[in-house]
């Protein structure tokens, strides 16, 4: 029992993060159905305890964002920073994805990716938005410098 219980906690800090919505502003106010708005989430990044990204990105309303189906706007921007102190859970490695989310009903997902930097000891953060058949070129990217006496435990 308690291998199966380390074994699903370690299994947990594979899995990408979950936002929790701090805010949103109205963009277009829509006579009927939600208005169309810009949401601001918080995600922690689940293998690097004290650092923390926050997320802007469009979210379409009216009749089709009130039943899920609308396809929400590919722009995204992302801030990430050091909210506490930086511990790494394991290794990490050059390049993993730590967020993904849905921007449509079927095809497309705003990704972000973190990326290592050992030479500048930085952890650096891309946010994008794909879609299966033609993605898009709009993102932001961010980075977390990680203090000079711990070297980044790349996989």
Do not use: W
Not at 14 to 29: C, K, M, S, W
Not at 50 to 56: E, N, Q
Not at 67 to 76: L, N, P, T
């Amino acid at each position: 029992m308690r291998s199966l219980t380390a074994s699903l906690l370690l299994a947990s800090f594979a899995l990408p993060a979950f936002a929790e919505q701090i805010g949103e502003v109205d963009t277009v106010f829509k006579f009927i159905g939600p208005n169309h708005k810009i949401v601001v989430d918080v995600f922690d990044d689940p293998k690097v305890a004290g650092v923390s990204c926050f997320m802007s990105r469009a979210r379409t309303g009216g009749i089709k964002g009130a039943i899920g189906v609308a396809e929400d706007k590919s722009e995204a921007s992302v801030a990430c920073r050091q909210v506490g102190e930086i511990r790494f859970n394991g290794k990490v490695p050059r390049q993993e994805e730590v967020f993904s989310e849905r921007a449509s009903i079927l095809f497309k997902r705003v990704r972000v990716v973190r990326m290592a930097d050992p030479k500048r000891n930085t952890l650096v953060y891309l946010v994008y938005s794909d879609r299966v058949i033609e993605g898009s070129p709009q993102n932001s990217v961010t980075a977390v410098p990680v203090p000079a006496n711990m070297p980044l435990p790349i996989e």
